[in-house]
């Protein structure tokens, strides 16, 4: 059956923020009077940002945190980028087009304006802990069924999210590399936003 709708991930996705996001964190991390980490260590392959922390005896409330290390993010300057290919991408596809992010819903407004994407989406939901129950709840919304709906992210998250909604799943790496996100079995992995067209079209 074709896809009738397309739910796109934001960090690592569409954007190229990890650095700006290590940046933020690793300010954080002095405040507490901690060295800072690899990009590889934010990323957090395992999926539990939280033990990141743990591990680092930081013993704070997760709200608590996350609010130090987003209000840090905030005010940083970095530029954010699209990844390579997500206009064209997102120009391409003639399916609705949903976005469905984690990160803070005050953050992705601004940035989703500052990126010009704000058009492609029907629909933006933000700050979101459990994806799953959203991604059924949009596919009932157009009764359709959860197989025709795709999930293109680029940690575990997405791909174990997805999968437990029903939908389809296209990996690409960002935060999680290829190796990662192999061991739980995407319907694909591809390398390229460019690539999405065609495993959504065919």
Known sequence: MPIELVIWDYNGTLTDDLPRVSRAVNLFLGECGVSPATNEEVACYDGDIWRFYRERNINLPKAEIGSRVFDIYSRL????????????????????????????????????????IRSYFSQIHSGIRDKTPLFQQLCQERNIAPSVGVVIGDRIEDIKEGKLAGNKVIAIPGYHPRHILEQHNPDYIIESLLEVYECIRN
Request: hydrophobic residues 30%.
């Open 77 to 116: 300057t970095d530029p954010l980028y699209l990844m390579p290919g997500a206009i064209e991408t997102l120009e391409k596809i003639d399916k609705p087009q949903v976005l469905v992010t984690k990160h803070p819903t005050h953050l992705t407004e601004r940035e989703v304006d500052e990126l010009g």
